[in-house]
Structures are given as structure tokens and as C-alpha cells.
């Protein structure tokens, strides 16, 4: 036993050190996974972000301010008012009609870069722009430079842009799949940077606010842009309160809806203006410029203009919330499916959060990080686990041999992982054998086994015991159970101790004859017993049949001896005396037929009380047919009339010994025949029922007093409806034996002078 102990020994350290290996290996995977995240929170062109941004802003949509209101250039307007572009005198009248309802500014999103083909118009939209003093125009930049010079920015003309109240640029910027989502606040050439139209609009309100966006870029060239934001769409099921330009045009407009409100001017009608691709696209087409400009102007409104978190504090959040994970899964490895699915879950309930107070954090890189860890992490654990298993199989399978080993599996020589299964298969089907073994072995024993601790608290107990006591006995104490079993010595004391129960035969409380006797379980270095294996052996059969056996020596002694000396005696009388031999040879049959239906009845009668049943799936009409067959001959002596009616339940199956089963309903249609006079009928009838398949035997004989149905299957039991008739009383008490043997039921309803009914009821077979 000391190479055991020696490997018992080297085991925690075996494990510790390959566990400590772990730590390692994910020390030096966390320096290399951090890094990693970083530089992806850095890379703004990261395919998995726009995705993310668009299903989160979904989540978090922004309401519509009731101060915003759309002037419309749609069809309406165009069928009205005639084709694009229309005279600047409408939009002079325009903005009179909207200057009388006072509203807090006019953003007027149409481009008026060159000068009217009448002078006059510019003049009069100019007096417009003057006396309302509130307008807003764009300006835009120029599309295509220009060789050797700066990219311009597209001015209104200069009447237009003297009176308007500021100008500013509607320019909007693509993501990298198409799609705008961002812009700036401020661009133009160096030195001039003009604010965007929404914002000048926002300033109208009278509100002092600081720009919101990242802080001015380090790039310098043609064109600079300041003050990143995303725009903060509203919910695709809503839209801004609009009316058309033409009603506005003819006064059917009321004042009072236009007072107040920022109007936002602008070409809505398919084919017109700038539209643009949006994450509203999905659902309701290209964004017309005019309703972009609604939705920046909505989000400066309530202050949830979406600014995109600085790249140091991104690298940061993204980095900390990766490292929290990979501390996680090293502190708690079980979990480690949950922890990852939770913290990603986490990360994109963070951003969702942060995109409601108007801050955006792509959590792309996280996820991936995150994903990347747990992968890892489950490999280097299972690597790590399969070396483990390859260690302790290798000195399993050095381990003496209990049982017969199994054939084991061709293994390819290249596959580890294969290897290891194999050889965990190998060692799992050694435990199970034992522990088979062990258990069938205990389960299996002839006798009630037990199996306790020192102090009588039962561990183990086998399925006899369980019979013998009556109930489940794990955690009981023994001699509590053994006191209410009727255990002698323990009458009025059960606290002797184990070692002191004395090994005695006796009658339980159901009159069972058992044998305790019992032994000490010792370790293997020491005398001091660590538990207790008793028996408890069931003897009532052999007492029982050491009573029938005397009960039968007195039976063999007197009532089979006494037909044989008959016979001696006539053999002796046709010798001397009796001239008829005929007669003499008559009794002789007589007598010698008597001692040979004895010895049947005795044989049936052992057959049914044994153990050597043989039980097969049975047609049972066709046992009574044979039955019914061999009483025959018997009926057509008396002379009695059979019946039998077995259409009913004719097809029904049941499991039985056909021999018996069949003899059984011999001996019943024998007495019924035996018993009736001559010319009456006996009935035999099937049918199924709710317990299963029933045989009613009837007969019209003299019947049987009810005092004597209780003992009616008894063994030697004759009665007074008997008289006449010769037997033992052997031949109800074998089918009795047989019918209880099929697990089924037989009863008895007779009334004097009438005749008697036998019922036998029996399970039926269902495969």
C-alpha cells in the first residue's frame, strides 16, 4: 500500500501545479486580449459598430418637441403653385404669412446661391427676410473643387444674405456603409467656421448653451470640421407636425399654430432637394435634408444631442469592463458561461444608458473582447482538464484489477482527445462494474442484510429488508426498528448495545420465524469496529413446511396405507373363499383407482405449491376449450349438458402456466359435473371487466351452506354437500394455489338447492 499513499500524496500537487500553470497562461492571454480591445475601441470604422448604434438608438428614441413645425414643399405645393423652382415673390409671401403668426424663427432650408432672373424678386424676398428678422438661410459646399484652389463655401446672395438673421451650413456626413448618422456643428475653411443651420435656429430660443461635440480636430487643411455629434432621430411611428406650403400661402394656416414655434421650411417631395440615407430608411425611405435639420434642431431642443465619448475614456471603459470579466472567470470558472453572457449584457446596457443622457460608446469591441476571452478561456480549461484526466487515468489504470476488464475501442494514435475519452470511458465502466458489483451483491443476498454504524444508524439495507421491516430504513436506528419488529431481547430496552444483541431465532410480529445474527465491519488496521452487518433470515417456509411434512407423514401413514390393505385383504379372500372373482377384481380396480386419484390430487396439489412455474402469453379461451374437452367423456356418463359462451372475451390474452392454469379449471369443471345430477346443465362463461378477464363456472347441483364457503379452500376440507362422493378436499385448495400463483382472484357463490358459481378473475396480458 505505500506506492497508494505516495501517489495520494503527489495528487493536490499534481493539480496545483497544473493550475498554477493556468494562472499563467491567462496572465500572459489577459496582456495580450487588453491591448487588443483597445485598439479596436480606437477604430471607428468598425463594421460591427453602426449595427449596434442603430438597434440601440431604437431602444432609446426621442421624443418630438412641440415647438418644431415643418413647411412642406410636397406634391400638394407643386400641383398648386406649378413646377420648381417657383418665383421668390411666394417665398417673400411665405414668409409674411409666417412672420404674422410670430413665431420664435424661420429656417428656411432652400438654396438660393445665384441671383433671380428678375432683380426685382431678390428685392422683394430680401424686404421679406428684413421685416420678419428671424430667418435663416444655408449655405453648402462646394461639390467638386476646383484645380489648384480651396474648396468655397456656396453663400445665399448677398441682398438674401444681409437681411437673413444668420446662415449657416446643412451639410451631413456617411458613415462608411452609406448611411448618415453624424455631422458637425461647425465647418468651413480654416478661420471661418460657420455653425450649422439647426444650431442657429436653437440659439433663437434665447437658450445660453455651450456646443456640444468633441473639441475642435488637430487636422488643418482646405476644409476643417469642429463639434462631432451623432443626430438624435426620433421614433419611426412619429414624425414632426407639418402643414404645406401652399396653406400656408392661402391663409388657411391659424395664426395661433404658428406662433412660438421654430419653422422649419423645406422640400419634402420625391425627386426634390438633398435626401439622404438614414437608419430611418428601413422603414419610411430617404430623409428628406429639411426633416435632418428637424431632428438635430429636437435633439439641441431637450438637450440630448449625441456626442461620442472621447477615445482615451472608450479605451478605458472597454478595457475595464474586459479585465472585470477575465478576473471573473478566474475566480469562478462554473459560471463562466453566465458571467460572459452577463457582463456582455452588461457592456450593452452601459451604452444604452449612456445614449439615453446623449453620450454614445460603441460596446463592439468589448463584446469581441469579451467573446474572445470566454473562447479562450474554456480552451485553456479544457486543455488543461484533459492533461488532469491523462494523469489520474494513466495511475488509474495501474491500479490492481477488480474485475474482468472490458475490450476497449481502437484508438487513432494522433488523437489525444480521443485517447483521453477512451480511457475515461474505460475507467467510468470500471466504477460503474464496482459499484454494480457491490451494489447487486448486497441488493441480490438471500436473506434481510444491513448494514449500520457503530451507534445502530442503518446505511445500507437490501430490498429483503426493506420487505421485512415495511418501510425505507436509511437513517433509522436498528433497534428501534428491531423493538417494533418484536425482537425479544429488546422488549422494554433498546439501548443494549450492538456487540451485545444475542444471535436468536423468533417469532416476528406477522408470525414470521427469523434468525438475527450479525458481524463486526473492522478497518484494516485497527480492532475497533467501524459499522455492523446483521442479517435478518426469513425461516417461516421451512417451519411451515416441517409442518406440512408431519401433516403428510400422518396422512401417508393411515389414509393412503389403508387402500392398498383392501387391496391385500380381497387378494387374500379370492384365494381362499371368494368364488366370483368377478366381483372380487371389480373392488380390487375400485380400490386400486382411489389410491391412484389420491396420488394425482397430491401431485397437482405439490405442483401448484412450488416454484416451477413456467408462464407464457396464453389465449385463455383456449385453456377452457381444453379443459372443457377433457371433461367431456365425464359429462356425457352422468348424462350432464356443457355450455360455454366464450364470444365475449374469446381474444383476451393472459401470462400463465398453461398446465396449471389448466388443470385448474379441470378439477372446477369436474366438481361442478361431479356434483349435479344427471340431466342439469353446467355453464362455463367469459367476460372482461375493470380487473381484467372473469370465468364463471356454474352448476345446478345441491349447493354449499354458507358456513362452510369460509374454509371452502382448505386443504382435507369435506363437507356435508359432499356426501356420497369420494376425495380429500385437495382439488379446490390446488386451484386455489394456482389461481393466487397468476396473481388473479377466485370466489365462490352458492346457494343450497340451487347450485353453485365459481368466479375466477385474472390480470390481463399486455405486452
Not at 400641383?79 to 409666417?98: E, F, M, T, V, Y
Not at 426634390?272 to 435632418?292: C, H
Not at 356420497?724 to 388473479?744: F, P, Q, Y
Request: aromatic share 6%.
Amino acid at each position: 500500500m505505500k506506492w497508494w499513499r505516495r501517489a495520494e500524496q503527489r495528487q493536490p500537487t499534481q493539480a496545483q501545479r497544473l493550475f498554477h500553470g493556468l494562472v499563467r497562461e491567462w496572465l500572459w492571454i489577459s496582456l495580450l486580449l487588453l491591448p487588443m480591445t483597445a485598439l479596436l475601441s480606437l477604430s471607428p470604422g468598425l463594421s460591427f459598430n453602426n449595427p449596434l448604434y442603430d438597434g440601440l438608438r431604437r431602444l432609446a428614441p426621442l421624443p418630438v418637441d412641440p415647438r418644431i413645425l415643418l413647411v412642406t414643399i410636397d406634391d400638394m405645393s407643386l400641383k398648386a403653385l406649378g413646377q420648381w423652382p417657383w418665383s421668390r415673390r411666394l417665398h417673400a409671401d411665405l414668409i409674411d404669412q409666417l412672420s404674422a403668426g410670430k413665431p420664435t424663427g424661420i429656417l428656411l432650408d432652400v438654396i438660393f446661391s445665384e441671383p433671380a432672373r428678375e432683380p426685382a424678386n431678390d428685392q422683394r424676398l430680401a424686404q421679406a427676410i428684413c421685416n420678419a428678422g428671424n430667418v435663416l438661410l444655408p449655405l453648402i459646399r462646394e461639390g467638386t473643387p476646383r484645380l489648384g484652389q480651396p474648396v468655397m463655401q456656396i453663400l445665399p446672395v448677398p441682398p438674401l444674405r444681409d437681411c437673413a438673421r444668420g446662415v449657416g451650413h446643412i451639410n451631413v456626413e456617411a458613415d462608411s456603409d452609406g448611411i448618415v448618422r453624424s455631422l458637425y456643428l461647425r465647418e468651413g475653411p480654416p478661420g471661418q467656421l460657420v455653425p450649422q443651420l439647426a444650431w442657429l435656429a436653437f440659439e433663437l430660443t434665447g437658450r445660453h448653451a455651450d456646443m456640444p461635440g468633441l473639441p475642435a480636430s488637430a487636422e488643418v487643411g482646405d476644409w476643417q470640421r469642429d463639434n462631432a455629434i451623432r443626430i438624435p432621430f426620433i421614433a419611426t411611428d412619429h414624425g414632426f407636425p407639418s402643414v404645406p406650403y401652399v396653406s400656408v400661402l392661402r391663409g388657411e394656416v391659424p395664426a395661433q399654430l404658428l406662433r412660438d414655434r421654430i419653422i422649419l421650411v423645406g422640400a419634402t417631395a420625391p425627386g426634390m432637394g438633398d435626401r439622404y440615407v438614414t437608419p430611418l430608411s428601413a422603414s419610411v425611405g430617404t430623409t428628406p435634408g429639411v426633416e435632418i435639420q428637424a431632428n438635430i434642431l429636437n435633439g439641441l431642443l431637450q438637450g440630448r444631442s449625441i456626442t461620442v465619448l472621447p477615445g482615451w475614456l472608450a479605451t478605458l471603459l472597454s478595457t475595464t469592463m474586459v479585465a472585470l470579466l477575465l478576473g471573473l472567470l478566474l475566480l469562478r470558472p462554473r459560471y463562466a458561461l453566465w458571467l460572459t453572457l452577463g457582463c456582455m449584457g452588461g457592456a450593452l446596457l452601459a451604452s444604452w444608458g449612456l445614449l439615453r443622457l446623449g453620450l454614445w460608446w460603441s460596446p463592439a469591441a468589448t463584446l469581441i473582447g469579451m467573446l474572445l476571452g470566454y473562447l479562450i478561456w474554456n480552451w485553456r480549461r479544457l486543455s488543461v482538464i484533459l492533461a488532469y484526466f491523462g494523469w489520474e487515468l494513466a495511475r488509474l489504470d495501474s491500479e490492481p484489477k477488480v474485475l474482468p476488464e472490458r475490450r476497449r475501442a481502437a484508438v487513432s494514435k494522433g488523437d489525444v482527445l480521443q485517447g483521453r475519452i477512451v480511457a475515461l470511458e474505460q475507467a467510468v465502466s470500471r466504477t460503474r462494474d464496482t459499484r454494480r458489483f457491490m451494489a447487486d451483491g448486497l441488493e441480490c443476498l438471500p436473506v434481510a442484510t444491513l448494514i449500520t454504524d457503530p451507534m445502530g444508524e442503518i446505511l445500507l439495507a437490501n430490498r429483503i429488508a426493506r420487505d421485512v421491516f415495511g418501510n425505507e430504513l436509511i437513517g433509522e436506528n436498528l433497534l428501534q426498528q428491531l423493538a417494533a419488529l418484536g425482537y425479544p431481547p429488546l422488549q422494554g430496552a433498546v439501548h443494549t448495545p450492538l456487540s451485545a444483541l444475542e444471535i436468536v431465532e423468533f417469532r416476528d410480529t406477522e408470525q414470521r420465524s427469523l434468525r438475527l445474527e450479525r458481524a463486526p465491519l473492522l478497518p484494516a488496521d485497527g480492532d475497533v469496529a467501524l459499522g455492523w452487518l446483521l442479517s435478518l433470515t426469513d425461516l417461516s417456509i421451512e417451519r411451515d413446511a416441517q409442518q406440512q411434512r408431519e401433516t403428510l407423514l400422518r396422512f401417508l401413514s393411515h389414509d393412503l396405507r389403508a387402500p392398498h390393505s383392501a387391496i391385500l385383504a380381497l387378494l387374500d379372500v379370492q384365494r381362499h373363499e371368494v368364488s366370483d372373482v368377478s366381483l372380487v377384481f371389480t373392488q380390487i380396480e375400485q380400490q386400486v383407482r382411489r389410491a391412484l386419484n389420491l396420488t394425482e390430487s397430491f401431485v397437482q396439489l405439490a405442483k401448484a405449491e412450488s416454484d416451477g412455474y413456467q408462464f407464457e402469453p396464453s389465449l385463455f379461451a383456449m385453456l377452457v376449450l381444453d379443459a372443457f374437452d377433457q371433461v367431456a367423456l365425464l359429462a356425457q356418463l352422468k348424462p350432464i349438458q356443457l355450455v360455454h359462451d366464450l364470444d365475449e372475451a374469446g381474444e383476451e390474452m393472459v401470462l400463465a402456466d398453461q398446465s396449471l392454469l389448466t388443470r385448474a379449471l379441470f378439477n372446477l369443471m369436474e366438481n361442478a359435473i361431479k356434483y349435479s345430477p344427471a340431466g342439469t346443465t353446467v355453464t362455463v362463461r367469459l367476460e372482461r371487466n375493470d380487473q381484467g378477464l372473469a370465468c364463471h363456472i356454474q352448476d345446478q347441483g345441491p349447493g354449499i351452506a354458507a358456513q362452510e364457503l369460509p374454509e371452502l379452500f382448505g386443504q382435507y376440507r369435506r363437507f356435508a354437500s359432499a356426501k356420497g362422493s369420494e376425495g380429500l378436499g385437495l382439488g379446490l385448495t390446488m386451484v386455489k394455489a394456482v389461481i393466487d400463483r397468476h396473481g388473479g382472484r377466485i370466489d365462490c357463490a352458492s346457494v343450497v338447492g340451487q347450485g353453485t358459481v365459481f368466479s375466477l378473475q385474472l390480470p390481463l396480458w399486455e405486452e
